[in-house]
C-alpha cells in the first residue's frame, strides 16, 4: 500500500517532470519537484507549525499553573487543558499533522536514492516514459558523486533556515522567562543548539554518512536537503507575516 499510494506516485512524479521538460538536469528537477511537493503540504505544515507556535506563546502562563499546582498532577493537566482550549489550541493536531507528512517525505528521500544511476522503468506507469538523465547540476557538480561543495552549502544553508525558524526565536524570547520550570528551561536550550548541531549533522550526513552506503546518491540529498530547508524558511517567512501577531514573532 505505501509503495502503491506514496512512493510509486512520487516516483513517477519526478520522472515525469523530467520526460515533459528533457532540458533540465536531475539537480533542477529535484528542486522543482521537492518546492512542488512543499507547497502541496503546506497547509498541513502552516496548521502544525501555527499550533507549535501559539502554545509556545501561552507557555508562561502554563508554567505558573504547573507551579500552582504542582502536587496534584490531575488538576494541574485540567487547568492546562483548560488553557489551551480558552486559546482555542489543540495541542494534538499539530502532532499528528506532522506525523501525516512523515510518510511523503521519507517516501521522498527514497525515489531521490532511486533515480541514479538509471530510472527503473518497473515502477513507471504505462503513460510515464524513460527520460535522458542529465546528471551535470547547472553545468558545475557531477551529482552521481559526492561533492564536497555541495556539503558545505547544505550545512550553510541548514543553519540559516534554523537562524530565522520560529522555534528558535521562540525558544530564546522564552529562556528568559524566570517562571519557566526546568523541563522548559532545557527544552528552550535544546532548540537554540540545534541550530548549531542540525548544520553539522547536515555536513557529516552529506559528505560522509550517505556516501558510505549511497554515493551516487548524495549530492542529490543535499540538493533536497537544500530546496527543503529553503522552502522552509519561506513558508516561516509567510506564515510570520500573514498569521502571527507581531507579539508572538517580536
Not at 59 to 82: C, G, H
Not at 95 to 105: D, E, H
Not at 125 to 154: M, R
Not at 188 to 196: H, T, V
Amino acid at each position: 500500500m505505501y509503495n502503491e499510494l506514496i512512493f510509486r506516485p512520487l516516483y513517477n512524479g519526478l520522472i515525469g517532470l523530467m520526460d515533459i521538460l528533457p532540458w533540465i538536469d536531475i539537480g533542477l528537477a529535484v528542486i522543482i519537484f521537492t518546492a512542488l511537493v512543499k507547497v502541496v503540504l503546506f497547509p498541513l505544515s502552516r496548521s502544525a507549525l501555527l499550533t507549535q507556535v501559539r502554545m509556545k506563546a501561552i507557555e508562561p502562563e502554563a508554567n505558573k499553573i504547573k507551579k500552582q499546582y504542582a502536587n496534584d498532577r490531575q488538576v494541574q493537566a485540567a487547568k492546562i487543558m483548560e488553557l489551551y482550549k480558552s486559546h482555542q489550541i489543540k495541542p494534538f493536531a499539530g502532532v499528528l499533522l506532522m506525523i501525516i507528512q512523515l510518510p511523503i517525505l521519507f517516501a521522498l528521500i527514497q525515489v531521490f536514492y532511486k533515480i541514479i544511476p538509471t530510472v527503473q522503468s518497473s515502477l513507471l506507469y504505462s503513460f510515464v516514459n524513460v527520460p535522458v538523465l542529465h546528471t551535470n547540476f547547472l553545468g558545475l557538480v557531477d551529482l552521481t558523486k559526492p561533492s564536497l561543495v555541495l556539503a558545505i552549502a547544505t550545512g550553510i544553508v541548514q543553519f540559516l533556515q534554523l537562524q530565522f525558524s520560529l522555534a528558535v526565536s521562540q525558544a530564546k524570547k522564552q529562556s528568559k522567562d524566570v517562571n519557566a520550570d526546568k523541563s522548559t528551561q532545557l527544552a528552550n536550550s535544546m532548540n537554540n543548539q540545534m541550530k548549531y548541531l542540525m548544520p553539522v549533522l547536515a555536513f557529516v550526513s552529506i559528505y560522509w554518512l550517505i556516501p558510505v552506503r549511497f554515493p551516487e546518491a548524495s549530492s542529490i540529498i543535499a540538493v533536497y536537503w537544500m530546496t527543503s530547508s529553503l522552502m522552509t524558511f519561506l513558508q516561516e517567512l509567510y506564515i510570520r507575516k500573514k498569521h502571527l501577531p507581531k507579539q508572538i514573532i517580536a
